[in-house]
């Protein structure tokens, strides 16, 4: 993968954080992500949002699966550490890094696929260990890098561009890690700034599991009528050498609506995405009313934002297992390994 630096010239007045850094300093290489795609906007969303809280680059672990949201780790934070995983399997690895070192920040980015199909069940099952992290899915309903089929998440009866519908029930990501019991679950539109920024805030200052699931139009794919997302058909059935597209740049799809009220977002393809977003009176230390309100709004046709839920007596990982307060990464070898003894002394207890 080719990256392309940014320039080191920048304005000599940059506002500064707490810790002396500008935003440029939480930045990563140039996207070569489509013009106009809402991945990008997430990231920049979790750029602000570490700047703005002062946080430092090198105390994150970001790690991502496959997919067009898992390459965008590589533009933000890049003086963090980071891992690119195998489809799927971010979740794995989300689980080491945050058990060998529980001082990090743990930022995991999915999409819809790498969440919703090959990787439902890890994340089932790092929903339940209640890893402390903030889980990002970049859901846009379509696998973008294979040309654009149905995801899990994309809405029954949707259509592709040569008229198909999508046969099968969606997934919704945000109702399973409610009945999971993610303790800090909330959904986004990549254009509402205004409103992901601060919950994303929200999520990494979370102990505990943190979910985001961020509804990112994908540009490339969403040039069709009748789909709620955007996604292209697989192309054309025909066999060819090579396959290779032009994409006209898209300007960022932006809103700014008031809470309690809905807003209806036109596509680049003219489709009309209709998003709600809750209101102030909510409460979001219900998880059933937010599972009910989820699914209401959702027969409905509308896609629910907002601080959906957070248990304010959050627990993580650590504190279930009762690890030790430093990060197992500097424990020495006697310190993980005290001998045949304190072996024989664990094996008694279970008798």
Partial sequence: MTFVAKPRVHHPKLPVNDLGLTRRDYEGPVSTLCAGCGHDSVSAAIVQACAELSLPPHKFAKISGIGCSSKTPSYFLSKSHGFNS???R????????????????????SGDGDTASIGLGQFAHIVRRRINMLYVVDNNGTYGLTKGQFSATNDKGSTSKKGQPNLYEPIDVVSLALQLGASFVARSFSGDKRQLVPLIKAGLMHKGFAFIDVISPCVAFNN???STKSYDYVRGHSEAVMASDFFLPQDEITVDYDPGTSEEVRMPDGSMLRLHKLDDGFDVHDRVRALNYVQTHHSRGEVLTGLLYVDPNASDCHEILDTVQRPLNELDVAELCPGNDALQGINESFR
């Fill in 90 to 109: 971010m979740p794995s690895v989300a689980t080491g890094a945050n058990l060998a070192n529980r001082e990090l920040y743990c930022i995991g980015i």
């Fill in 86 to 88: 195998v489809h799927g």
């Fill in 224 to 226: 069709h009528n009748g």
